[in-house]
């Protein structure tokens, strides 16, 4: 028998609101409007409107009315009934599956809006396959993850129950970005080219190069994206010209190159290759950043370049307290950065692009640096409305302060008052210094230093 089939039923209920389904031999009844939640791709709208739905009888369903049940509330509510917590999370899925409604049951459970920053805990450890520690992590909207631990790119899917692993040519891979649950942009300081891997069938769909003018190799240093481009930062081969190239999103033919250098002699500062790509939406501007460890210290850049005029339209040298890590944060409209030398966090605002040239402490005063690196090492990315930072093994939460009378600075905005907040319990912090982070649906990310697992750390929300 198909998994769907009419039987017969008293007549009369044709132009009824009321819908009658028999699923496992259990009688459920629900309405056409509570349905038509699942979309014109479920099961639902085959069965309602398909030639066979014209005959008088009550459609079966030869599945599990259980699991049925609390998929039937998810339609009713958005939510999962509390009774789902009865049932394993994989085979809500796998039904959910089968109905063609997965998008509502990830909607309900790894939602980005579900996501909160003060509320987060350490709640699921993901293992990771071999001795490698990850090298880079990245995620999708949805809260799916992709880990790669040296030649390796492990993936979880948004409900951390399905695990694959493929074996990629690079030795270790250093950048990493998901283009999709299934796609990931990948490449290696080590090893020349821009991969575009399929994850699910575990093969290079594409390779992209940058053709620098000593024809050498060209490995990568970052990859970065926004909704019509892909970004890349390449350095030659031979380390003495990089650039970043922009690709269609769509179908990654390149469009443009932009911060192409040739290094000559003793130019230090050309030579600095962007480690880090962000994109601005707000602003229609991509934030590049690099940093050099040299003789004298730290030094680094930060340029926001218009990727459509090629123009660089803001550029800051750093070189006291150089940034160990820098980040945008579009809804607080400024840049993030931790200092490598003081280790505090320092912000930048964006709405006085023209007149930003100072960092401001975050924590209102600053340290006085004593030589130490107290920063090395130390991640900073900004999620909603919060920044995160780690420092060794812990995590800091930033968070605006609204004040109830705002004053205005000397530039006529409004001051901006920014508190810190240690996250998770004491237990959850045990453990050796962070490694990266990232965020996804209601989740955080977080890889360690040798360690082969990665933490999910969640906000509780009603189901599992």
Known sequence: MPPHAPLMAPS??????????????QIFQTTKQTLTAAGTKSLFSEIFHSPASAQIGVPFVDRDPDLFSVLLSLLRTGNLPSKAKAFDLQDLVSEAKFYGIESLLVSSQSNPSQFDAFNLEKSL????????????ISTTTFGSVHVSHGSKITSFDWSMQRKSTILTRFFAVDSLLALSPSVAAAGATDFSGLQILDLEKGYVKETLNWENVTRSSSTVQAIGSSPEFLFTSFESGRRNSNSIVVYDIGNLKPITEIGTNEIYGADLDSGIPATKLCWISSYNLLMASGSHSGPSGVSGNIK????????LVWELKEKVDCFSDVT?????SAIFKVGVNSGEVFVMDLRNLGAMNTWVSTGGTRKVVNGKKEGAGSKIESHANQVFCSKGGNLELW????????????DGLQERVYRRNLMGRVKDMEGSRITHFSFGGNKMFVTRKDQQFVEVWQSSVRGF
């Open 12 to 25: 009369g209920r044709m132009d009824s609101n009321i819908v009658t389904i028999d699923v496992g031999g």
């Open 125 to 136: 450890i993901l293992p990771l396959n071999g001795r490698d520690s990850p090298s880079a």
């Open 304 to 311: 926001l370049w218009d990727v459509r005029s090629g123009n």
């Open 328 to 332: 945008v944060s579009e809804n607080l």
């Open 399 to 410: 968070s605006e302060v609204l004040m109830g009378s705002p004053r205005n600075s000397e």
